[in-house]
């Protein structure tokens, strides 16, 4: 059984950094895909950024790019989102997602979910 796990979200001030982490366990993860998602109060739940587990691939929405990064540690199990130049607008919770294959936008098209972790940017 799949188990994802987010840490270190917390409260950051408009041009900081966080990093974000996602531990993964109950499966070799090597013909997977990991995703970051995130959901703003009122918002839908909305893409941010994708990596395929042996690192060939990665994909990111427009308003992250340049400003956030995803790797990830086969040796920890762990995938990460760096991010900085932190915005208001990046405020919401943030949410890591697996599924077999390639890297993928929709949340529909993931099936395993972490419980999230929240990301609040004040001015």
């Known amino acids: 059984q799949v188990q994802l796990v987010e840490s270190g979200g917390g409260l950051v001030q408009a041009g900081g950094s966080l990093r974000l982490s996602c531990a993964a366990s109950?499966?070799?993860?090597?013909?997977?895909?990991m995703g970051w998602f995130r959901q703003a109060p009122g918002k839908e739940r909305e893409f941010v950024a994708a990596?395929?587990?042996?690192?060939?691939?990665?994909l990111y929405t427009d308003s992250v790019k340049g400003r956030f990064t995803i790797s990830r540690d086969s040796a920890k199990n762990t995938m990460y989102l760096q991010m900085n130049s932190l915005r208001r607008e990046d405020t919401a919770v943030y949410y890591c997602?697996?599924?077999?294959?390639?890297?993928?936008?929709?949340?529909?098209?993931?099936?395993?979910w972490g419980q999230g972790t929240q990301v609040t940017v004040s001015s």
């Open positions: 109950g499966r070799t993860f090597s013909n997977y895909a």
């Open positions: 990596i395929r587990w042996s690192g060939e691939s990665t």
């Open positions: 997602a697996a599924r077999l294959g390639r890297v993928a936008e929709l949340t529909s098209q993931y099936r395993h």
